[in-house]
């Protein structure tokens, strides 16, 4: 038993020696393209075990490198896991298959460093849906999911909303009423920025279709920390929080669960070392420009106590 733990160690040393860059004194990267995974890894400069977050993208798509730093100086193994653009991967977000998250769980947790039963999930804006649908969908598998202004339900692709966003063993997950490129350009014949929130509000009216495309938030079986802002101005964030909530404890489900929903907060709820954003940005892959709301002092106080929180959650959760 000690001499393969020695081996493993002596193979992981080797490892980071031919693989790791340099970025600062207390933490090392790793760009990660093998067995399906594309990312790029954080973590501590220590041969500890450690536990792990995965952090995904929001529909932007890409790496959240910058997050995943962060959970690396906070002492986590921080793993950026792309899945559509960027290079090698789909260039749209549709029909994206669950097992390559999966297997990119499964690969985290065969690291020699990481602690394989505390693999965590970041997820914000649509992958704030995904995170919360992987815990339902994989429940074994993740310690906890920190999903930030997320939605619900499933919702459609982007950039074209009438495909499916994710698919499960080849199937098509459901697609909750989502807003259309006509719904879209309608509202701008009277205004110069696009307001989703107000277009969203209207889709739920569907509430049979609505309804039909809810995560199976029943079958989650880690602990769910729920951030949004009622001023979210791309889509009802907060209302969906309150479903979640409201749905576990229908079903009376034991998990701990919470919901940090914060009054004049908008879209945008990061970090509190970077800047605070409440001005309409064009989103890089519609190319359309979106209000995202929030008053700018709300703001930085919603990304500096939900940021103090989610550590804390964390903390919990990797005991």
Request: hydrophobic share 40%; proline share 6%; aromatic share 12%.
């Amino acid at each position: 038993m000690f001499s393969k733990f020695c081996y493993t160690l002596a193979f992981f040393t080797l490892f980071l020696s031919n693989h790791m860059q340099a970025d600062d004194a207390k933490i090392r990267a790793i760009d990660i393209r093998e067995q399906g995974v594309v990312g790029k890894m954080f973590f501590p400069a220590t041969l500890e075990t450690k536990p792990a977050v995965i952090v995904f993208s929001g529909s932007d798509g890409g790496f959240h490198e910058r997050q995943a730093k962060l959970f690396a100086e906070e002492g986590y193994i921080a793993l950026a896991l792309a899945f559509f653009h960027a290079d090698g991967l789909p260039e749209n977000l549709e029909n994206i298959p669950l097992e390559y998250f999966l297997n990119g769980i499964k690969w985290l947790k065969s690291q020699p460093q990481v602690k394989s039963d505390r693999i965590h999930l970041y997820g914000p804006s649509k992958c704030g849906e995904l995170a919360l649908l992987l815990a339902s969908k994989f429940p074994n598998e993740i310690a906890s999911v920190i999903a930030v202004v997320p939605s619900c339900v499933t919702f459609g692709g982007i950039p074209n909303e009438k495909n499916a966003c994710w698919t499960l063993a080849g199937n098509p997950l459901p697609i909750a009423p989502t807003p259309s490129k006509e719904d879209v350009f309608k509202q701008l014949e009277t205004r110069t920025t696009v307001d989703l929130v107000q277009i969203y509000l209207q889709k739920m009216q569907d509430t049979e279709a609505f309804e039909k495309a809810l995560i199976e938030f029943e079958n989650i079986k880690c602990p769910v920390l729920l951030v949004s802002g009622k001023d979210d101005r791309m889509w009802p964030s907060w209302i969906y929080g309150d479903i979640i909530m409201q749905h576990l404890d229908e079903i009376k489900s034991p998990i701990f669960r919470k919901h940090l929903s914060y009054e004049g907060v908008g879209h945008m709820i990061t970090n509190p070392y970077d800047p605070v954003l409440t001005e309409a940005f064009r989103h890089p892959v519609t190319g359309l420009l979106y209000e995202i709301g929030g008053d700018p002092k709300k703001q930085a106080f919603a990304c500096k106590d939900s940021w103090k929180k989610i550590l804390s959650f964390l903390l919990e959760t990797s005991e």
